[in-house]
């Protein structure tokens, strides 16, 4: 694909958002919450987990545990056993209890509001935060880059990266800033129900003719 200029990468980008908002109107974070403690553990849940599985999951969890105190103070082999099908519980469970802890002796038993403290916590990554941050808090302080993000945006031609961090920064650039949060569901949505890893439904895609990979996608 030629270079683009800046002006051609500014009209692409804002073609691209624009087709997005026309195809997925409705789009938002699939994680099902109804406050920020919520969507943290099950943000934690979703590592290498669907979010249909996680849902089912944390559908009977919050309603046993309803505050960091109450993560912090459970058995962890019974908070393992809670969690177990969205895989590497163990491990999970461990994050999940250290982190309560900090949130309690740290925060109040509330989740902070910003990236610096939100990364301090066990099991929180910058993904993690950014999906808190814009979701629970509607702060737009990055781009959420997930497994769909970082397939969706590659194909697009909006990266060439494939680091998390790197593609992150590239998106930063080109999208605005109000529109982080919106424009990572945008592209997740579009990498669950049209651009798939495996067979991408090019003929029916709506960003197809946006799309240097259209007909040819890879990862």
Known sequence: MARQTSRSTADHIQAVIAALRRTYPNAHCELEHSNPLELLIATILSAQCTDKRVNEVTRTLF???RTA???ARAP??????AIRPTGFYRNKAKNIQACC??????????VPRTMEELTALDGVGRKTANVVLGNAFGINEGIVVDTHVR???RRLG???H???DKIEQDLIQKVPRELWTQFSHWLIWHGRRRCLARKPDCDHCELRHLCPS???ASD
């Not at 962890?76 to 056993?81: H, I």
């Open 63 to 65: 309603r046993k545990y």
């Open 158 to 160: 909006l990266t060439r």
């Open 162 to 164: 494939t680091d998390p």
């Open 69 to 71: 105190g109450d993560y």
């Open 214 to 216: 259209a007909g040819k």
């Open 101 to 110: 802890r900090a949130l309690v002796e740290r925060h109040g038993g509330q």
């Open 76 to 81: 962890l082999s019974e908070l393992q056993e």
């Open 151 to 153: 397939r969706v945006a």
